[in-house]
Structure formats: C-alpha cells, structure tokens
C-alpha cells in the first residue's frame, strides 16, 4: 500500500543546533501537512504545501516540499527547548486519504 | 470555542469489558477521524467519517465500532476490550479533504486494557 517514510526517528541536538526530518512518498502527493505533537499532547496543525518545489517559512521553520510532490523536509534552525516534541508530515494521496508519516522526536540534550 | 472534545481522558478497562469513547466537536465540520497511537509510535487509522449517517473503515478497525447520527458526535465504542486495544486515542475533525482542511485533534483518551 502506499506509505510515507519519515526519517529520522529520533534525532538528539544541543539547543542552538539546528534540526530536520525528512518524508518520502512512494506515491504522488496532492499536499503535505505538517503536525507538532509535545509530550503528552495531541498533535497540532503547523502548515501545510500545495505547489511543487513549495517552500514555506515559519520564523525558525522552513517547510519544504519536492518537485515530483514525493518529499518533503521540515528543518528548524537553533533549536529551542519550546521545540522539544514529535513532528509528523501527513500527505494526501488523489483519493483524498492521508497517510501518515511515523514522526521524528526531537531531543533536546541536557 | 471548544474545538473537539474527547471524554473520558483516561480509562482502565478488564479484559472482555466494553466502553464507548465520547468525541463531539463544535466547528461544524463534516469530516472526523479516531486514530489510535500506541507508545512512541505514529497515527492508525481506526474509522472517519465524511458526514452524518456515513462512516468508513481505516487502516486498523477491528474490534471498533462508530456511528455518526449527528454532524457533531462521533463516538467509537470497544465491545470486547483486549490488552491489544491498550493505547492513546485521538478523535479528529475537518472540514473537508484537500487543501486548507487541516486536522483538528482533541485532547486524547489514555485507555488501558488489563
């Protein structure tokens, strides 16, 4: 079936060190979603890419998603401890069903 | 504006023990979705639905049951609880597929079957 691979599972950074996920679909992507979930929360809706080769930008955040509308990265420059906690991406597929992504955990070393 | 609302947050259940998970939400949307999220791992799909009266199976539905008489509930019932069933659940809603119809989570029931 069709799956989006998100790479890494953990990433372990100091603050200040920047951080990035990566997403692969094996099929084309209508869009991209991109979700934030803290410890113990629920995930949360940070934004979303239509258009291929989209880049967007949220202060630290830079979303971006690829020409053939398989990949996506999510990178965050200088990482702060109000970071810390699991990013998803959610693409959708042309018969509207949104597959999701095994998330990366973003650890902030102590 | 409450959003989606879940109740209850927690909940331990015996084996063979059944319980309805309550989902309601008040933005009107048509779409809504029960995911479930075992520990440190992704999002399942267990049910969705597109409107009222009409619902559809995800990725892991059995030993779940929902039905959609309203626009705003959407509760998933648990007939024969298993420890299998142990994990997170997150009801959704949205207003619609595609573009500009982001995903709306509530807060989460932590159930655990023993």
């Known amino acids: 079936g069709q799956q989006v691979m998100q790479i890494p599972q953990y990433q372990h950074v100091q603050e200040g060190e920047d951080f990035t996920t990566y997403c692969n679909s094996s099929?084309?992507?209508?869009?991209i979603q991109w979700y934030k979930q803290r410890p113990g929360g629920h995930p949360v809706f940070l934004i979303q890419l239509v258009k291929s080769g989209e880049v967007k930008k949220q202060k630290r955040l830079t979303f971006q998603f690829g020409e053939a509308k398989k990949n996506s990265s999510l990178h965050i420059t200088a990482t702060q401890t109000t970071d810390v906690g699991t990013y998803f991406c959610a693409g959708e597929d042309s018969n509207y069903q949104l597959i999701w992504g095994a998330g990366t955990k973003l650890i902030i070393k102590p | 504006n409450a959003g989606v609302t879940q109740t209850p947050k927690f909940r331990i259940l015996k084996i063979g023990q059944s319980m309805t998970l309550q989902c309601t939400q008040d933005?009107?949307?048509?779409?809504m979705y029960w995911y479930r999220q075992d520990p440190g791992m992704g999002l399942k799909l267990i049910y969705y639905s597109v409107g009222a009266g009409i619902t559809d199976k995800g990725e892991v539905p059995n030993g779940y049951n929902v039905s959609r008489s309203t626009t705003e509930d959407f509760p998933l019932r648990l007939e024969l609880a298993a420890p299998s069933q142990t994990s997170v659940y997150f009801c959704?809603?949205?207003?619609?597929?595609?573009?500009?119809?982001?995903?709306?989570f509530g807060n989460g029931t932590r159930l655990t079957v023993t």
């Open positions: 099929t084309t992507l209508s869009n």
């Open positions: 959704a809603s949205s207003y619609g597929h595609g573009p500009n119809s982001p995903l709306h």
């Open positions: 933005m009107n949307h048509n779409y």
